[in-house]
């Protein structure tokens, strides 16, 4: 069974950094793209970013372009969402996902982290 693990989330004033990782253990995972996803107090999940696992392609939500960059390394099954200039209406639940296959959705979710960016 393949489970993702989040780490990195926390409490940081506005302007500030912080870097999550989301880490795949268990059997050999089949991954087409992984990404980010979030989801505020009294509102829907949305997309943040992605990435493709094979490929230098990436994808991002109008609302982070330039601040937030994802990342990943192969060998270690691992993504990264570095999250730079953050704002209050950064504050959510952060969710770790994968997509096994081009034509599907994200089908594997991590626990999620909390990201609070104070004002």
């Given at each position: 069974?393949?489970?993702l ?6 409490l ?20 087409y ?8 107090p009294?509102?829907e ?9 094979s ?17 990943r390394?192969?060998?270690k099954?691992?993504v990264?969402?570095?999250?730079n ?8 639940v952060?969710y ?9 959705a ?8 909390q990201v609070t960016v104070?004002?």
């Amino acid at each position: 069974q393949v489970q993702l693990v989040e780490s990195g989330g926390g409490l940081v004033q506005a302007g500030g950094s912080l870097r999550l990782s989301c880490a795949a253990s268990g059997r050999t995972l089949s991954t087409y793209r992984m990404g980010w996803y979030r989801q505020a107090p009294g509102k829907e999940r949305e997309f943040v970013a992605a990435i493709r696992w094979s490929i230098d392609s990436r994808s991002y939500a109008d609302s982070v372009k330039g601040r937030f960059t994802i990342s990943r390394d192969n060998a270690k099954n691992t993504v990264y969402l570095q999250m730079n200039s953050l704002k209050p209406e950064d504050t959510a639940v952060y969710y770790c996902a994968v997509q096994s296959r081009p034509s599907g959705a994200f089908d594997l979710w991590g626990q999620g982290t909390q990201v609070t960016v104070s004002s």
